[in-house]
Each structure stands twice: as structure tokens, then as C-alpha cells.
């Protein structure tokens, strides 16, 4: 079954203006608004996360579990997607269940402040003292190292005191069961998403990657997102977290040309020769009649190095 992944009408035109980035260092943009192959996910990772974050307000924990399981099997190592499944099982009441899924969350990204905070709660529940109390320690450590001047100052605060009131004993609510959550508009998601491109035109990669990770908390692990975060960590010389992205992105839509293409400068880049020409392969398969991510792919062959620089 043929399906299509998106953001919005906007972003697929700004995806297809890709080349307007190739003067960053390369072109092809996000490439979105292509069809993955019949090698797809089963099920849609951008859909079903929509649908996921839906339930979870709605308070219907059973179908965001079943929505984020879905995301999970294509984007496993999404770390906002495992912490969400986390928070839908603390919904059933399966504390067990959850703190695999935080466990996960914090390991892959350790300054999810929100994630370590309901591992914290999940310990506690679970009467494992030790690594509760050990949790709220780092996060006290970071507090404090923060001195109430980061933009974490308030989340973490509340971290510590959630965890603390759960080891008193004290009937504790989580995130998703106390007050609820809240979820970015997808129209806030579009606008960062833009912000991000913006930032990396003017190659402003970190600050890129800090509006990539927030508009990925409205759409999931969409492909366009985990491509520009390949994009913008490749341009910072993170190249094992670049290559993890692109992997990621082509998991979720296996003809993702930019990601495709990005992945191929990449192993260009490492000296991998061999392996940019399957990409470039790859991409000639698709487009048939050419595209911009294969003509841009070949010069990066042909030079052995950025055609740019």
C-alpha cells in the first residue's frame, strides 16, 4: 500500500526547494512529499504518532500505547516516542512497562529532563528506592549547577519534587494522569520546522538542531526532521549521530531522496567511495527521468569531496 509522509502542503513545496540549502554543502533539501516504496512500514510512523499524542489527551492510554508501539517498531531509537510510550503505560498503571520505555528514552537522549522525571516517579512506584533516590540526585546535581538561570531551572524543580513526593509515599500523579499534557499545534510544529531551515541556511547548525528536536515533538520521527538532523549534526562533524539520523529517516520512508542523498555525501565524506555510489544507485533507480539529489550526489562522487568547497 502506497503512502504518502507529511508535514503540511508548505513544507512539502519548501522540501522541494531542497536546493536553496545545496549552498550550505548540499543539495536536496528534505525531499519530502515522496512515496515510500512497498518495503514501507506497515504503519504510517507520522500518522500513528498524531494519534498516539491524540489519545494520550484524550486519556484513552490503551490506543496511545497502541499508537506509539506502531511508531516504535519503525523509529525505535526515537527518544520522544519511547517516553510517550512510557507515559501511556503509567496511564494503565503498568510502572513496570513504563520504565523500560523512559530507560530507553533517557539513554538515548539525557537531557530529556520530562523523561528522567517519570523514570524517577516509575522507580519510586516500583519500590526500588535506590535508583529513584539516585535519580533525583543527578537532577538536583543539574539543578544546582543551573542556579535558577537556564531554561531548565522550573522543569527540573518540578522533576525533583515529583520524584520526592513519590519516595514519601504520598499519592504521587504523573505527567500524563495529574494535570495532562499538551501538545504543540501541528501549526506550531510547521513554524519551528521553518525556523530550523532558516537557521540552517544561515548555518547556524546548533541552534538548527534545538528547533529540529522541538518541532519533532508535534510530528514524531517525521523523515524531513531526522534528515535536516543529519544535515545539520554532518555539518558539525558529529558524523556517527549524522549517520544514525539518516538511518532513522530511512527507516521510516526507505525512498526518502534527501535523506538518500545526504547519506551519500556522508560516506563521501569518510571516504567511502563505494558506498555513495549504491546511494547515487539508489537514487538513479528513482529518478527515472533525474532528479537534483542524484545530480548533486554524482559531483560529490566525482570530486571526492563537497563540489562546494
Known sequence: MRRSVFLSAALVALAAAGPLLASGGGGGGGGGGSFPSESAPQYDPVAEYSKGTAALQA?????????????????????????????????????????????????????????????????????????????????????????????????????????????????????????????????????????????????????????????????????????????????????DVAESYYLAALAVAPNHRGATEYYGELMVERGDLAGAKLKLAALDGQCRFGCAEAEELRRWIAAGHSPHS
Not at 503509567?90 to 530529556?112: H, Q, R, S, V, Y
Not at 529540529?212 to 545539520?232: C, M, N, R, V
Request: proline share 3%.
Open 59 to 239: 486519556k484513552d492510554f490503551k490506543a496511545a500505547k497502541t499508537a506509539f508501539d506502531h511508531v516504535l517498531a519503525s523509529a525505535p531509537r526515537d527518544a520522544n516516542t519511547n517516553y510517550l510510550a512510557g507515559l501511556a503505560r503509567e496511564g494503565l498503571g503498568d510502572w513496570k512497562g513504563a520504565k523500560k520505555f523512559l530507560e530507553k528514552a533517557t539513554k538515548i537522549d539525557p537531557n530529556m529532563t520530562s523523561a528522567w522525571r517519570e523514570l524517577g516517579v516509575s522507580y519510586a512506584k516500583l519500590g526500588d528506592r535506590t535508583n529513584a533516590e539516585a535519580t533525583m540526585a543527578s537532577l538536583q546535581a543539574k539543578a544546582t549547577a543551573c542556579a535558577d538561570t537556564c531554561p531548565a531551572a522550573a522543569e527540573l524543580k518540578l522533576a525533583i519534587d515529583a520524584i520526592n513526593t513519590a519516595l514519601s509515599g504520598a499519592p504521587t500523579a504523573s505527567l500524563v494522569t495529574g494535570q495532562g499534557l499538551m501538545f504543540a499545534s501541528a501549526a506550531k510544529g510547521d513554524a519551528l520546522y521553518l525556523d530550523a531551515v532558516s537557521l540552517i541556511n544561515e548555518h547556524r547548525y546548533e541552534d538548527a538542531i534545538a528547533t529540529l528536536k522541538s518541532a519533532q515533538a508535534s510530528f514524531g520521527p517525521h523523515p524531513d526532521i531526522l534528515t535536516y538532523l543529519g544535515f545539520a549534526n554532518r555539518k558539525l562533524k558529529r558524523f
